[in-house]
């Protein structure tokens, strides 16, 4: 029994998990020495251009294997601690074998979105980090960050796949772009969100455009009530949760198993 002055033990979702990784090296691995960067929790970081984050890895981290990356861009206002405190993944990334990016929030540009995007490179100079496998999520800015990452011109293809929450873009907005290369896309968007209100499923049938769906199905709701696009090129759904914009739709497993699965399998 834990007595009166025990310390609390971590927020559930913040508690760094060890990873299993594969018995055999990776190929894409980094020469043993060549990165810095400790296991566990580096805070207070900071790129080139004043981007703050933190930093998770497994906590039997390997600095000579390449990990997949999770950057998580925040709500407005929100520093890299409390946007991990909001989204509850480091848990289910790390023992996954992700290095999660937590960053502190700027507002957003174009200017800033581009620097938003350079932080995998920052990371990727103290972590070893296979910057093909680098994937974002977010929530509100953050989500509308995650979408933006992905289809500017000027960041276009410095993400494998996106998990945006609540985003602040419309499929009128999208359309000023053009498609990126196919990617996994995680749309999350709670039905009571009366800042945004139904974009999720606006910009959910933009990517069913770009990612070559089948669009002369309907897309089947599966086990966790999401809606999955069949016949994508790369893997499309739509998660509608109960809440208003300011609540985060607690998918953190699915965010993993559904959109970075791929990024964890041995090559």
């Not at 509850?88 to 200017?111: D, I």
């Not at 796949?161 to 995680?186: E, N, Q, R, W």
């Not at 699915?254 to 699965?261: D, P, Q, T």
Request: include cysteine; aromatic fraction near 8%.
């Amino acid at each position: 029994m834990m007595s009166a002055c025990s310390p609390p033990g971590p927020v559930e979702g913040m508690a760094i998990a060890a990873a299993e990784y594969p018995a055999a090296a990776d190929a894409a691995g980094c020469p043993v020495g060549s990165k810095m960067g400790q296991a566990g929790a580096s805070d207070d970081l900071q790129t080139p251009e004043g981007i703050g984050y933190n930093v998770r890895t497994p906590s039997n981290y390997r600095p000579d294997f390449a990990h997949p990356l999770l950057v998580v861009f925040p709500p407005a206002g929100a520093s890299a601690k409390k946007n991990e405190a909001f989204t509850h993944l480091t848990t289910e990334a790390t023992r996954r074998g992700f290095v999660v990016a937590y960053t502190a929030h700027r507002k957003l540009s174009p200017e800033v979105v581009s620097q938003l995007a350079k932080v995998p490179a920052d990371v990727s100079a103290r972590w070893c980090i296979d910057l093909k496998r680098v994937y974002a999520t977010g929530h509100s800015d953050g989500g509308t960050a995650s979408h933006a990452v992905a289809v500017l011109p000027e960041t276009r293809g410095t993400v494998a796949g996106i998990a945006p929450s609540a985003a602040g873009f419309t499929h009128k907005d999208l359309d000023a772009y053009a498609c990126p290369v196919p990617l996994p896309v995680m749309i999350m968007h709670n039905g009571d969100d009366r800042l945004f209100p139904g974009w999720g499923k606006e910009t959910a049938s933009w990517w069913a455009v770009c990612n070559h769906c089948d669009l002369s199905s309907p897309p089947q709701r599966d086990k966790e009530g999401c809606l999955v696009y069949p016949g994508c090129a790369a893997p499309l759904s739509y998660c509608e949760k109960q809440g208003g914009h300011s609540d985060w739709p607690g998918m953190g497993v699915a965010i993993v198993e559904r959109l970075l699965s791929s990024a964890v399998a041995t090559k």
